[in-house]
């Protein structure tokens, strides 16, 4: 189950896991003009953690989730 919010300088995409085995705590994706924030709850250390990618690093791994194992660089079509 996902969500997705438009605010004024951002785009927020709620990720939340669903099922009967162990959860996972909500993935937060906030895409701003700049770059891409993802950030998870960790009950383990009892803070959010935070990771920013650029756009071509989001537009990578998109492309990584459907490839065989090796090492590949994207062509920007423009």
């Known amino acids: 189950m ?3 919010e438009h605010e004024f300088d951002s785009t927020i ?7 009967k085995n162990a959860l996972r705590e909500d993935v937060i994706v906030n895409s701003f003009t700049e770059c891409v924030t993802v950030q998870q709850y960790d009950p383990v ?4 953690v935070l990771i920013t990618l650029s756009h071509a ?7 990584a989730l459907d490839l065989p194992e090796g090492i590949y660089s994207l062509n920007d079509p423009s």
Not at 13 to 19: F, K, Q, R, S, V
Not at 57 to 63: E, M, S
């Open 57 to 63: 690093q989001v537009r990578d791994l998109a492309a």
């Open 2 to 4: 996902f969500s997705i």
């Open 13 to 19: 995409i709620t990720l939340m896991d669903e099922g």
């Open 45 to 48: 250390a009892d803070r959010a």
